[in-house]
């Protein structure tokens, strides 16, 4: 089961997941996240392609997905440190504070909210991204070419590929790859054929598509929208 509702920070959401079988598949989508399950307090890295993570039926997770980006500049870290991770705050955030804030959540009914503080403490007195962090977000989610987009937010070729890699953990060719897909998700979600799923997406043909969700998701389309 999974559900979830947009947070109090600009572009994040909050969500709670109670895991029904031994594995849960998590996809990719550019964003990091806060998680508190077990007890401990979590950041999960940018997954370059879906995980698959072991689970028992009954498990909660609540989570706090930040917009693309977001997390390092909170965290002072860069993303492609943590690409494809899942580990303990305190590795990456001060022990003292991740102790306080653990002792919260366990006594928390609504550990979401915490999640939250927790997001808006790392926040006070940071700055925020760079705008191109947006912009580069914004660009790719429309579909512009990758080789298009260094000149349309202002940065060169290798610039691009630095700050790519720093806020989101890869390069901007395959953030471009897995914001596609989650626009076939949506697009599929919602009862589109796959062939217009193909072309609305951006694909280049719906073997295309097959071809490149398969990659990241490690399953086909049919099989997530099921």
Known sequence: MYRERPARLDGAVLWTSVATTSHKRVLPDGC?????????????????????????????????????????????????????????????????????????????????????????????????????VAAIVAELSEGHRVADVADR???????????????????AKRLARILRLQRALTLGSAGVPLARVAAEAGYVDQPHLARDVRALAGVPLRDLLG
């Open 32 to 132: 990091m996240d806060l998680l508190w399950s077990g007890g401990t307090l979590r950041v999960a890295g940018p997954d370059s392609a879906a995980a698959l993570l072991p689970t028992r039926p009954g498990d909660e997770v609540v989570g706090l997905r930040l917009a693309p980006g977001s997390l390092p500049w909170l965290l002072g870290q860069r993303a492609d440190e943590l690409r494809d991770r899942r580990v303990p705050l305190d590795a990456v955030w001060p022990s003292g504070d991740v102790r306080r804030w653990t002792e919260r959540l366990g006594d928390a009914e609504r550990p979401g909210l915490v999640l939250e503080a927790i997001a808006q403490q790392m926040a006070h007195g940071r700055d925020v991204p760079p705008p191109e």
């Open 153 to 171: 937010v202002g940065l060169s070729d290798r610039h691009l590929h630095r700050r790519s890699l720093q806020a989101f953990g890869y390069g």
